[in-house]
């Protein structure tokens, strides 16, 4: 067992885990943080998409270990005192999701894009989500969404 | 996954001496190759000697020659390097379509290089412009790194510090990407440095990344899509698999390499 610390959604967390742990088992299953979704467990469909240190990552292929002392944004981290977070609020109205299982890791994936990429274009947008899987949708709504996340007039409307 | 050991390494010195102490250790770059093939069990590592907290094996340095990018420097953040974009674009336009954003935000250069996947795209890069691959030890020229299938002149608890990229006149790199995985069905890497011209393919060797003679004497010649459009690239020894046969492949080389040379810049 290894000693970790982190800080996750603002609050230090410290526990001891064994090396092999995956981030995204620690979150959901020792910290009960559910909202982190696993989806293929391979690297491909983004649904276990957070934050670390400010960028997207997956967090199914991540260790806790590897993520000792830094800092983790989860989907329970995003609203603020029970308000939608804009990019929320634009995936709840432009209706970018269906069953809702990739919805985490999709706006997790969009906090980072426009952090750094404010006004993304329609391919910068299509180019920029690519790692994250959407089997109902279509993806055409959630381009919609991103886009009027970031201000900006959202496809064929 | 297996159990295994970790040990953040404080230094590159401190992850050879733990890779050399313990045997069947393994250096963990990004993790984006080696964690997935942990998963699946297909590797069962003693222990894993994380390089992620070694300072001096990131960044990017940029001299009127050359271009040195530390080994575990992310595909995101040579994607995004401004300074890079100026002095080698090719290499940006290569790290920015690996993956996808996330795989990006982890990956590195090094670890890309180290495990040479045959589909990989820096192999390419690194065979393309004839750099030198910096251990702990010593240099190793792209031509003699590369050794096949996922084998490299790498010994066995030697890590990669840094690469070291020769500034071509020009260079290009186009990819025929798999819509899945985004790896190369055939990505084929161009660059110029007066006289030179270095042709390298990822994605269809079936020993790995190799050069074109053919299509490198033709661009020599003339540096021009239309040098290399008609050369017919012999399918002999190319990777068949579900995606594309080893004709296809074949078939994809010259088309790219004369759509590489079009984007050279």
């Known amino acids: ?157 | 996954m297996y159990e295994f050991d970790y040990h953040r390494a404080a230094s590159l010195a401190d992850a050879v001496s733990q890779l050399k102490q313990v045997g069947d250790s393994k250096p963990l770059a990004g993790g984006m190759t080696l964690l997935p093939t942990c998963k699946m069990r297909l590797a069962r590592p003693a222990k894993l000697v994380d390089l992620g907290a070694i300072a001096a094996l990131k960044g990017i340095v940029i001299s009127d020659t050359h271009v040195t990018i530390g080994a575990m420097t992310r595909h995101a953040d040579v994607a995004a390097s401004r300074e890079l974009a100026a002095a080698l674009p090719a290499l940006c336009v290569l790290a920015g379509g690996i993956g996808d954003p996330q795989v990006r935000n982890r990956g590195t250069m090094g670890g890309s290089v180290a495990n040479n996947d045959p589909a990989a795209d820096y192999p390419s890069a690194c065979l393309g412009l004839g750099a030198t691959i910096v251990t702990d030890r010593r240099e190793i020229a792209a031509d003699d790194y590369f050794q096949g299938l996922f084998q490299t002149a790498l010994e066995e608890d030697e890590i990669i510090a840094a690469i070291r990229f020769p500034r071509p006149d020009c260079a290009a790199y186009v990819k025929f990407k798999n819509p899945a995985s985004r790896y190369a069905t055939v990505g084929v890497f161009v660059s110029r440095k007066g006289s030179d011209v270095r042709v390298a393919v990822t994605g269809a060797g079936s020993d790995g990344v190799f050069r074109v003679a053919e299509l490198e004497a033709a661009l020599a010649k003339t540096f021009a899509p239309d040098a290399v459009a008609s050369i017919k690239v012999p399918g002999d020894g190319l990777s068949s698999d579900m995606h594309g046969s080893a004709e296809y492949r074949a078939h994809l080389i010259p088309v790219l390499a004369a759509r590489a040379v079009e984007a050279c810049k």
Do not use: W
């Open chain 1, 1 to 157: 067992m290894q000693s970790v610390t982190l800080t996750i959604n603002g609050q230090k967390v410290t526990a001891d885990v064994e090396p092999r742990m995956l981030l995204v088992k620690f979150l959901r299953e020792h910290l009960r943080m559910t909202g982190t979704h696993v989806g293929c467990d391979t690297t491909q469909c983004g649904a276990c998409t957070i934050l670390f240190n400010g960028d997207a990552v997956k967090s199914c292929t991540m260790l806790v270990v590897q993520a000792d002392g830094g800092t983790v944004t989860t989907i329970e981290g995003v609203a603020q005192d029970s308000k939608m977070h804009p990019v929320q609020e634009a995936f709840h109205i432009h209706h970018g999701l269906q069953c809702g299982f990739c919805t985490p890791g999709m706006v997790m994936r969009t906090l980072d894009l426009l952090a750094k990429n404010p006004k993304p274009s329609e391919e910068d947008i299509r180019h920029q989500m690519e790692g994250n899987l959407c089997r109902c949708t279509g993806y055409h709504n959630i381009v919609a969404a991103v886009q009027a996340a970031s201000g900006q007039t959202p496809v064929g409307h």
